[in-house]
């Protein structure tokens, strides 16, 4: 006679294929996700790295817009793992935080050499480049044990076990902003701080409280002057008032204004719509001398070549009416030629310091002092030049340009 078979107590039931796939769906589509920001972060390196190659040494831009293409996307999905990093322990620190942070960083070390060595960026970019390379393949050895590649590059048992926690996430936002962004912020800061002070020669200053010019006195062995005040189109009302004031009456004031006698010009360049947004003032506007004699010191716009006036044209056309389908449609179509750059800086910068440093030997036989209230951008230039002709600096006084509003500005503005 058969016995039945005994009872077991408490035994589960046998898991159906169903429950089976839904329960490693989860940890499968994570090792997806990281596998595709590994291989994006590795081709973003080898794109880039012969992209930069090519730059430097044939001088080839062939792979640039498949570079930035890339590049942008492995950006984005590096900043979406990092986000996951705070909602999730699933994602791996140990072998995915290091693909933000190397974009993080690399960013912020290329602003000093954006600065002081701009020439060198093609050279710092393929050498950033080789060291994406290097830790993309290091990331990669990690979770292949070697590099033996299969799909998914990065394997379910490599990936955390618990998928949420309060102390992760916790952890993440104070050291984001209590530690990372205030640091990323100070040192953007200083790195701007320290841009406008060596692109300006000194002669403008941004803080904390807004922007500062230095107006600079400079002195020749026979008692003549030449002050040279470094404006701006648009200011603080109180700044145009003040420097106004200081002219002494015995003065030549070499006032800047192209002029454009043959109507070159569609349009009149105005910057009234960018200061009433940002609660400023025009120059023109405010910008009266009182004391000392007018004179015009600036080019005509028929000095000028074709493709300057056509861009200016351009920028009138925007400053005037503002953006819109039909003037952006115009920026898309507008193509400058190879020499652009160079002949518009030769335009709208040496032309004019030429012809201001002949009004300023001109005048310097008839006046002692001679005032030059130019634009920031013309003063490092024209203070070379005139201390060629024997002038040194005696004096140096701030003025605000412009404040910024808020519970860190200063409520007195600077004054010499």
Not at 153 to 168: E, H, I, M, P
Not at 353 to 379: C, K, R, T, Y
């Amino acid at each position: 006679m058969n016995c039945p078979p005994p009872l077991v107590a408490n035994s589960p039931p046998p898991l159906t294929p169903e429950s089976k796939n839904k329960s490693g769906s989860t940890p499968q589509f994570f090792a997806i996700l990281l596998s595709l920001c590994l291989a994006l972060f590795l081709a973003d390196a080898f794109i880039s790295l012969a992209d930069a190659s090519l730059a430097l040494f044939c001088g080839l831009h062939i792979l640039s817009a498949i570079s930035g293409m890339v590049s942008f996307f492995s950006v984005l999905m590096a900043l979406g793992i990092y986000g996951l990093m705070g909602l999730t322990p699933v994602v791996p620190k140990r072998l995915f935080l290091p693909i933000p942070l190397f974009y993080l960083l690399t960013t912020l070390a290329l602003c000093p050499f954006a600065i002081y060595w701009y020439g060198g960026l093609q050279l710092m970019a393929m050498v950033l480049s080789a060291g994406q390379v290097i830790l993309g393949l290091m990331i990669l050895y990690r979770p292949l044990g070697g590099f033996k590649f299969h799909w998914p590059l990065v394997s379910v048992g490599k990936l955390g076990v618990r998928c949420f926690s309060w102390w992760n996430l916790s952890a993440f936002l104070l050291l984001n902003l209590f530690v990372l962004l205030p640091a990323t912020a100070v040192y953007l800061f200083f790195c701007a701080v320290t841009a406008v002070d060596h692109f300006s020669d000194g002669f403008l200053a941004l803080r904390t409280d807004g922007f500062t010019v230095r107006v600079q006195m400079y002195v020749r062995n026979d008692g003549k002057t030449i002050e040279l005040f470094p404006m701006s189109h648009i200011a603080d009302a109180s700044f145009y008032r003040q420097v106004s004031q200081t002219f002494p009456t015995n003065s030549v004031i070499l006032m800047e204004g192209v002029t454009d006698n043959e109507n070159l010009l569609t349009n009149k360049l105005s910057y009234k719509r960018m200061a009433k947004s940002l609660g400023l003032t025009e120059q023109k506007q405010e910008f009266k001398p009182a004391n000392g004699e007018l004179v015009r010191a600036d080019v005509d716009v028929d000095r000028f070549s074709t493709n300057t006036i056509d861009f200016l044209n351009l920028v009138t056309l925007v400053h005037s009416q503002g953006l819109n389908p039909e003037i952006l449609l115009k920026l898309v179509q507008y193509t400058p030629s190879a020499d652009f750059e160079a002949q518009l800086f030769d335009d709208l910068l040496a032309k004019r310091n030429a012809h201001l440093l002949d009004e300023i030997h001109s005048h310097l036989m008839q006046s002692d002092n001679i005032m030059v209230p130019w634009g920031v951008a013309h003063m490092p230039g024209i203070a070379k030049e005139i201390q060629k002709s024997g002038f040194h600096l005696s004096e140096t006084h701030e003025y605000r340009v412009i404040r910024f509003h808020g519970p860190w500005s200063h409520d007195k503005d600077v004054k010499p």
